[in-house]
């Protein structure tokens, strides 16, 4: 009788038989842990520590005036002045919008060119669509903010050309950076990308053969669409948009350097209470309130990614 | 038996063509206009540029500021990719290989630091690496990129590592070799795809890094991405568009080459 393997490792691998080395070598699990050992070090020891010290200032006492900056106490006062003031309210509030607009151009955008690259029967088209998209998301994200400001600019390319063909004139050029709309731009076009990637990952997966049965009972492309292909979609479209909205309420670069003082969004002020207060009390604990909402959205995101896993999709 | 006749109307194909050129376009235009107006002669924008100059290349090759920033950045990468690409194989193999209590939550918990707030992870490692007196600017960077790149490299190694076919370690074993010796020969050769897209990425992410950065580097350490923040904040110059369109220019080569050895649509399923 053949030798199973009693370990399951995914539905791909066939069953087989192997030798008894195979097998030992599978069995000890102290070697998961000798090959884990730098990640663990990394992650475990320094990352975890990072995180457990960070939670642990966000309790300690800020004074300005003492002679140590800092009380190890423990109160809840800077949580408190966070969720108490409507200024860091407002702070949270806005970020979620801003956020939230970023997320609906990115799926605009974003699903048409997926699909088109899931379905389209030219190889080059799609490789020139994956490479486009794939330099795209590596790309300098300083490298785009700044050819945004030259597009952007008061006196840039954009407000040039409408001067040139006569829309606007020279006294009235648009202010588009300095304020939402140059923070929307970047951020859209930094966080595109990503959602195209996570699109196409998951659009794969729906099979050409369902809007083919659909159209031979004798629904049009539109119908298809909506009845089959974007229903099935869904999946797609809710990891897409929870990926690129938990990277665009953290977003720092882009809302400092396009947007203006009242676009700021929550890491700005993480960041200013490090640098311009040395508050690391007040610091840490607008860190574990913006830690706190990331990992909301990611648990919404990998309970949206299994049932899709559950559904067989 | 009659078909019914289907009606199918050519615009949805057009709008989503359209859509598709639109939002490609969005995407490479801003990063052109950088690339072009780089060899515009005059001091301040204008497009499409008056006259051809490589002034501002020249200019920027005598910055002491942006030399220095990229050799820090440069320094710090290399070490990020060696470091995280070594430790993020061995992690990978752990996690497809060996099954063990926990596995799919610490999987979770290793992949974590890229969708953690940067700004967050950046302040965390500040703070507990100096309160354990760790006060090194460019060790502390280098820390805080390894733990932001490992997840990279596990994604890559493992996305070959669920594919491949493990009977021909089998077949090297049964021919007397050791598992070093097979991990060597047999195993690593067929990681190879996996591996340089997890070092690529390495050491891309940890060159480009900024918010993770802005926290950890001292005025001695520089990266590149830091002096081009502070340059920019204040004055907009050709120079930034000269270093910017080296940057891309530099990052376009290094994915054609990935490409030549490696199927990048295997590797970039981001979720």
């Known amino acids: ?313 | 038996m009659v078909l019914r006749k289907r009606s199918n109307p050519k615009w949805p194909t057009i709008g989503v063509k359209i859509l598709v050129v639109f939002g490609l376009l969005f995407l490479v235009f801003p990063v052109l206009v950088v690339i072009i107006s780089s060899f515009n002669k005059a001091p301040f924008f204008e497009f499409p540029p008056r006259e051809f100059s490589i002034h501002w290349y020249l200019k920027l090759l005598s910055s002491y500021k942006f030399i220095d920033g990229f050799k820090v950045s440069f320094i710090i990468a290399a070490c990020v990719t060696v470091i995280s690409t070594f430790s993020g194989i061995l992690a990978a193999l752990a996690l497809v290989r060996y099954n063990f209590r926990g596995k799919n939550a610490l999987n979770a918990y290793l992949q974590s630091p890229i969708i953690l707030p940067e700004v967050v992870s950046g302040l965390a490692l500040l703070i507990f690496l100096n309160s354990i007196g760790m006060f090194n600017n460019l060790i502390n960077l280098i820390i805080g990129h390894v733990i932001w790149t490992i997840p990279y490299v596990i994604r890559t190694v493992s996305a070959v590592l669920y594919r491949f076919d493990r009977s021909v370690e089998e077949a090297a074993m049964s021919l007397g070799a050791n598992s070093v010796q097979t991990f060597l020969k047999v195993t690593f050769p067929l990681l190879r795809a996996g591996v340089m897209a997890g070092a690529m990425f390495s050491f891309i992410m940890s060159f480009d890094n900024f918010a993770l950065s802005i926290f950890l580097a001292g005025p001695l350490s520089q990266t590149l991405p830091i002096v081009l923040f502070q340059h920019m904040r204040y004055e907009v110059d050709p120079t930034i568009a000269a270093l910017s369109a080296l940057l891309v220019g530099g990052l376009v080569c290094l994915v054609f080459l990935l490409e030549r050895f490696v199927k990048i649509e295997e590797f970039v399923g981001i979720d």
């Not at chain 1, 008894?20 to 730098?38: H, M, T």
């Not at chain 1, 629904?219 to 099935?232: H, S």
Request: net charge positive; with cysteine.
């Open chain 1, 1 to 313: 009788m053949s030798k199973k393997i009693p370990i399951k490792e995914g539905p791909l691998q066939p069953e087989r038989q192997v030798s008894r080395r195979s097998v030992a070598l599978r069995l000890k699990p102290y070697r998961a842990l000798g090959l884990l050992s730098p990640g663990l070090f990394f992650l475990l020891l320094i990352y975890s520590g990072a995180l457990l010290s960070l939670f642990v200032f966000s309790f300690f006492r800020y004074s300005a005036s003492g002679v140590e900056i800092m009380q190890k106490t423990f109160v809840l006062e800077n949580y408190i002045r966070f969720l108490g003031d409507p200024f860091y309210l407002k702070v949270l509030w806005n970020t979620f919008k801003i956020a939230f607009i970023v997320t609906a151009i990115c799926l605009v955008m974003g699903y048409p060119i997926s699909y088109f690259m899931v379905r389209t029967r030219s190889r080059f088209g799609r490789r020139v669509i994956m490479m486009t998209v794939f330099i795209s998301f590596l790309v300098s994200v300083l490298v785009r903010i700044f050819s945004w400001i030259i597009i952007l600019g008061q006196n840039g390319l954009l407000n040039n050309f409408m001067v040139l063909i006569g829309i606007i004139d020279e006294e009235h050029r648009m202010q588009l950076l300095g304020n939402i709309y140059g923070t929307i731009v970047g951020l859209t076009h930094i966080l595109l990308p990503f959602m195209v990637l996570t699109l196409v990952g998951v659009l794969k997966g729906i099979h050409p053969s369902v809007e083919e049965a659909s159209q031979n009972l004798g629904a049009n492309k539109a119908q298809t669409f909506l009845k089959v292909t974007l229903p099935l979609s869904l999946p797609a479209i809710s990891a897409g948009s929870l990926l690129v909205f938990t990277l665009a309420i953290s977003s720092f670069a882009v809302p400092l350097l396009l947007g203006g003082p009242s676009d700021r969004m929550i890491s700005n002020y993480i960041y200013d209470a490090f640098l311009q207060f040395a508050n690391y009390p007040f610091g840490a604990a607008m860190s574990f309130i913006l830690l706190f909402l990331t990992l909301i959205l990611v648990l919404i995101q990998m309970r949206v990614l299994q049932t899709r896993l559950l559904a067989g999709g």
